[in-house]
């Protein structure tokens, strides 16, 4: 999906050059195939014989959706325990700039009543 985001549109052999260490033609094309089947990946179009696929999703969009998943399968959904857990195994390397950024974001999600 990173060589497809990145691309904004290609083909399976676009999308393959896009891979470091990329894989056979024939497993990116079932990939890509199986990415479609999922709703990740939609067809645009033809250029020649080869297909032309294309993010069904922004990468913002997938990753808000692939994070929630993460959250809810690995944290029982808590964002404080996920949190607490990355900045933990971190060893705390978290900036002043960072710090006063996740206050920001924590107030102004009270004010908002989330």
Known sequence: MDALHAAGSATVAEIQVGIPSPPTDMAVRRLVHILEEKGHVKRQGKRGREVIYAPA??????????LRHVLDTFFGGAVDVALAAHL????????EEQAERLHEL?????????
């Not at 933990?88 to 900036?95: E, S």
């Open 106 to 114: 924590i107030e102004q999600a009270r004010k908002e009543g989330r």
């Open 88 to 95: 933990t195994k971190r060893g705390g390397d978290l900036t």
């Open 57 to 66: 999703q922004s990468k913002a969009r997938a990753g808000l959706k692939a």
